[in-house]
């Protein structure tokens, strides 16, 4: 069980205040989907929510405590996809993503679960390739199997379906559907019509969360 | 623990694939000091008396010459991120990264010192202590660097100013080392030398993982 909730929060960068009076709330099996123009802030929420950045004011609580007082165990129980994709160049597809698994869960069964989750973006026949011989949206791919393969209950994807075909966006939403029917929850900014119904969306322009019907997801 | 080693085993061996790094160090580290008896003559009595210094800069030198990269090529592509927000604490992380970058580049000066003691015609009874010396030193060399490796992520020029920030702090470890070799071969005991920077190396080791960490949480932001 678990409650994933932000109140009053205030995101100041550069000293342009980006949002300010925001609050949110995510439980269990949900998705709440940022939208809003470009520099509305998306990114910096899901920054600031995954504790890279700290608000200016407000606060974030997981079940009630706040994150801030223990950023270890708030890291271990999220995944963070953000513009960049963490694909060594010198390392193999499957290195890459067995690595990071590798920090989250035990050595043994780790081959396992890196092989699903490539197979699950249809990457398992690149296994063995090199990073740098990786196309812009194979290395997306690799980036979503690295949080395919270990399993945390809190993902926040920023912009996830760049550089994705559609077919790969299909498997995205298919692994995002399975993610949340076992309980995890997701927070997504997307300006490409990924479907997640039934979702929360939280518009950046208004700061208000409404329930997201199909236009809003355009 | 387990999250050290499985970060320690990745730098390796992303070193062990690019190898340039280790190699790199090590031949400048070679140069640098051959460069040494074209300059200042061949006379076997001066070498012999700078040898142990030129050995030590040296070092200090190429150990800097390839911590630019400690952090950097992991920032550039969005691995710092996923780091800082990993369950492994962000020390821990550091820390093994370091001992990492100590491996491929400090190891292979240790090995590399005593020839080029040879090539500098430095008295033969200074060699185990250069050795000691420097497994004492390096680590404290690569743990210095790593805080101002961290600093100066995102900035640019930042091999110019890496070299402005820690080279200053790099004087006593050079200072005790050389000292400890040439009291050696002038027939002191260098117990006090090696006591003092055993303590460096005791202080910088849970220090500069703490504040190079900071640096990172900071350039993440």
Known sequence: MGKFSGTNLTCIRGERRVFSGLDFSIEDGGALVLTGPNGSGKSSLLRLMAGLLTPAEGALTWNGEATSEDPESHGGRLHYVGHLDAVKPMLSVAENVSFWASLRVADKGLKDLVAGALDAFGILHLADVPGRFLSAGQKRRVNLARIAAAPAPLWLLDEPTTALDRATIKDLERLVASHRTAGGMVIISTHS?????????????????????????? | MIGFIHILRRDLRLAQRQ??????????FVIAVVLFPFGVGPEPNILARIAAGVIWVAALMSSMLSLERLFQTDYED??????????????????????????????????????????????????PMLILALALGTPSLSLIGAVGAALILGSRRGGVLLSLLILPLYIPILIFGVSAVDAVIGGFDAKPQLLIMGGFLLAALPLCPWAASAAVRQAVE
């Open chain 2, 19 to 28: 190898g340039m790094d280790s190699v790199m160090a090590v031949m400048f």
């Open chain 2, 78 to 127: 969005g691995s710092l991120e996923l780091l800082t927000l990993s369950p492994i604490t962000l020390e821990i992380a550091v820390l093994a990264k370091i001992v990492g970058h100590w491996l491929t580049t400090g190891l292979p000066l240790i090995v590399a010192a005593p020839l080029l003691g040879v090539l500098l015609n430095m008295p033969v009874d200074g060699f």
């Open chain 1, 193 to 218: 019509d990924l479907r997640l119904n039934p979702a929360e969306n939280l518009d950046l322009a208004t700061c208000t969360t409404r329930p997201l019907t199909e236009q809003l997801a355009q």
